[in-house]
Structures are given as C-alpha cells and as structure tokens.
C-alpha cells in the first residue's frame, strides 16, 4: 500500500473507531432503554450494504458488551442468554420442528447407535408416531474406559442416514472439538454432554457453526454455571441454543441423578433459551418416567428428552433404564 492510501485507510479507521467510542457512550448513558436483539435485527433487516449480516450482528454486540464491561457487579451485565438481553422466547427450528414454540417437540431415541438395524427399528417406531427427531450416541463418554465407547464416526454414517430415510431429524453427542466440523454434514443438532457442560473450547467449537445446539447441564453444575456456559455458545455467534436439565449430583441414591425441576421454571426465568428435560439420564427409572415428564412439562419445560431400544436388555449402554417399545408406548401416551 502507498504512503498516501495507507494515510486515507488510517483516517477512515480513525473516524470508525470515533464512531464506535460513541456508541459505547450513548449505550452506556442508555442501556436500559435498548432492547438489544430488537436492535440488532432491526439494523441487520435495514442495512443493504456490503458489510455481511454475521459480521454486523458481531460488531454491534461486542460494543453493547464493551459498554457494559464499565460496571463491576457481571450480573448486571447484559448477558446474551439473558431475558433482559432478549424478552421473546427463542425459538429453534430444527427440520420444521420449532423448539421452545407453542407445541412441546420431545427426542426420543436409543442411549447409543449400535447398528444400522437397531437405530432403524426405533427411527421406524417414531415415525409412525409421528415424532420429528431421533436420537442415538455415537461417541459415548463413559464412566469407565472399558464400556463400550460407541461406533463413533461409522455411528453418524449411520444416524444420518437414517435421517434422510426416515425423514427425520438427526441428533448426537460432540465430545471433542476437532469433531465439529466432521459431525456437521451429518447432524441437524449437536449435544454437548453434561459431562463436558465445561469443556470450554467445545462451547466455542460448536458456538462457531450455526448448528443447533443441546447443551446439557453439568453433573454437580448450578443453574448460574449451567447459563454461563450456554453465554460461551452464545458469544461465538450461535444462537441457536437449548438447555436440558439431566438431574444432578446429590446424597439421594434411589434414583440415578436428582431431577432438579426448580430448575426448569427458574431457567425459564432468567433466559429466553428453550428448556428441555431428560427423564431417561436425570431419574434412570423406568417407573417414575412418565411422570417426572408430567411434572417436568407442568414446570415449563419445551420437550422431554429419553431412551428407548428395540431390546433393552441387550443394550451395550444404559440397558436398564433405556424403554422397550412396550413401555414406550405407555409412556408417551401418558404425556400430555
Ligand atoms: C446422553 O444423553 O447420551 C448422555 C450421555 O447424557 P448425559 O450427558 O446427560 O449424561
Ligand atoms: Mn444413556
């Protein structure tokens, strides 16, 4: 670049970033007056030019969040899961199916995608129901190294198509973030596993692409870390999230996790983010099932997640708690 070109360049940017201070000033002076998604779709919907949407959203957000970084107290802070960020209720739509509208979308399918076989005999099962989403492990963190680990890549191959036999929507666990770019031609939602609600650079991985994503709910999480760690998605640009409450951690044996349904009323609270519920991995009893759904959906809840298997008691992971076919029909009947 010549001397001269490179001085208009350093003239331009001199009065971008004049621009940008101001709009630093002014949303400090009156940021809560500013509905700031309203703001930003606004602008996007009426700006033409050449400068691209994604871009525009990104720059505008990071000054509001420039401008809040001035006060000390983060919760006051407008984070991008926040109601105050956002009011309207976020909607994912995934296939057609809107997660977080009107009507409750549950996923159901298999703990692990064992076999073309297996995956297709509940696919089948689901869509005679007229269920929209399947889903199936394909890589599976394990408590101990020596349980089955999954098909891993071979069980995408298979879950996705299944999907376009079956026409339905394909979702699977992310545990690594290498996988993201590998696991997207075969996904249409990525699950980040309560195991890895933490594993930051995940967060960031799948907040890069603009894939769904369902984001359980560490084991020993609190809500607030539960939010925080969607805000990770989020901040990269995704905003395509859904929270699922799995149970957590505490003293109380006679069910796997405890399902911490104040949870679900709280987060419906505090973020504009669909809220789902897994019955299946938060009570691991069959028995109860259906009615922690009830009472699941009672408090708020967009959908209920759980497992069902074509034959529980050979399934290679979580054969206790996975439905057959027969108990699935009696629990999906009972739901509302
Ligand atoms: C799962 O849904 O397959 C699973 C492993 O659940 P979680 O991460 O909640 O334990
Ligand atoms: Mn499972």
Redesign the pocket.
Same mark, same amino acid.
């Given at each position: 670049m010549t001397g001269n070109r490179e001085d208009e360049l350093f003239e331009i940017d001199m009065k971008l970033l004049k621009l940008m201070e101001e709009h630093i000033h002014k949303v400090e002076i009156s940021r809560d007056d500013v509905d700031e998604a309203a703001y930003i779709q606004k602008l996007t919907s009426n700006y033409d030019g050449a400068v691209p949407g994604e871009l525009v959203t990104k720059l505008i957000q990071s000054l509001f969040n420039e401008a809040g970084k001035g006060r000390d107290d983060d919760a006051e802070r407008r984070m991008l899961y926040s109601r105050e960020y956002k009011s309207s209720n976020t909607i994912v739509e995934v296939n057609g199916h809107e997660i977080g509208g009107l009507d409750t979308v549950n996923i159901f399918g298999p703990?692990a995608v064992e076999s073309y076989r297996q995956t297709a005999e509940v696919a089948a099962m689901l869509k005679e129901k007229g269920f929209g989403i399947i !889903?199936g /492990?394909a890589y +599976?963190?394990r408590t101990s190294p020596y349980d089955f680990q999954g098909l891993g890549d071979e069980g995408l191959r298979i879950l996705s198509r299944i999907g376009e036999e079956f026409g339905l929507a394909v979702i699977s666990?992310i545990t690594a973030p290498g996988r993201v770019e590998l696991a997207r031609p075969h996904l249409d939602i990525f699950?980040i /596993?309560? !195991?890895n609600m933490q594993n930051f650079e995940l967060l960031k991985a799948v907040g890069r692409s603009q894939t769904p994503v369902l984001l +359980?709910r560490g084991l020993s999480a609190t809500v607030e870390e539960f939010l925080y760690a969607a805000e990770y998605i989020l901040a990269e640009g995704n905003p395509r999230v859904i929270l699922c409450e !799995?149970g957590i951690r505490t003293y109380e044996k006679s069910t796997r996790n405890t399902l911490d349904i104040s949870a679900v009323p709280l987060l419906k609270q505090a973020t504009h983010l669909p809220v789902m519920v897994?019955v299946t991995?938060s009570t691991g009893r069959k028995e109860i099932m259906a009615e922690c759904a009830k009472a699941a959906l009672a408090a708020g809840a967009d959908g209920i997640?759980a497992e069902v298997h074509p034959d529980p008691d050979k399934a290679l992971s979580d054969s206790k708690q996975q439905m057959s076919f027969a108990e699935f029909d009696d629990f999906y009947t009972n739901l509302p």
């Amino acid at each position: 670049m010549t001397g001269n070109r490179e001085d208009e360049l350093f003239e331009i940017d001199m009065k971008l970033l004049k621009l940008m201070e101001e709009h630093i000033h002014k949303v400090e002076i009156s940021r809560d007056d500013v509905d700031e998604a309203a703001y930003i779709q606004k602008l996007t919907s009426n700006y033409d030019g050449a400068v691209p949407g994604e871009l525009v959203t990104k720059l505008i957000q990071s000054l509001f969040n420039e401008a809040g970084k001035g006060r000390d107290d983060d919760a006051e802070r407008r984070m991008l899961y926040s109601r105050e960020y956002k009011s309207s209720n976020t909607i994912v739509e995934v296939n057609g199916h809107e997660i977080g509208g009107l009507d409750t979308v549950n996923i159901f399918g298999p703990c692990a995608v064992e076999s073309y076989r297996q995956t297709a005999e509940v696919a089948a099962m689901l869509k005679e129901k007229g269920f929209g989403i399947i !889903r199936g /492990g394909a890589y +599976k963190p394990r408590t101990s190294p020596y349980d089955f680990q999954g098909l891993g890549d071979e069980g995408l191959r298979i879950l996705s198509r299944i999907g376009e036999e079956f026409g339905l929507a394909v979702i699977s666990e992310i545990t690594a973030p290498g996988r993201v770019e590998l696991a997207r031609p075969h996904l249409d939602i990525f699950q980040i /596993g309560a !195991r890895n609600m933490q594993n930051f650079e995940l967060l960031k991985a799948v907040g890069r692409s603009q894939t769904p994503v369902l984001l +359980k709910r560490g084991l020993s999480a609190t809500v607030e870390e539960f939010l925080y760690a969607a805000e990770y998605i989020l901040a990269e640009g995704n905003p395509r999230v859904i929270l699922c409450e !799995r149970g957590i951690r505490t003293y109380e044996k006679s069910t796997r996790n405890t399902l911490d349904i104040s949870a679900v009323p709280l987060l419906k609270q505090a973020t504009h983010l669909p809220v789902m519920v897994d019955v299946t991995h938060s009570t691991g009893r069959k028995e109860i099932m259906a009615e922690c759904a009830k009472a699941a959906l009672a408090a708020g809840a967009d959908g209920i997640m759980a497992e069902v298997h074509p034959d529980p008691d050979k399934a290679l992971s979580d054969s206790k708690q996975q439905m057959s076919f027969a108990e699935f029909d009696d629990f999906y009947t009972n739901l509302p």
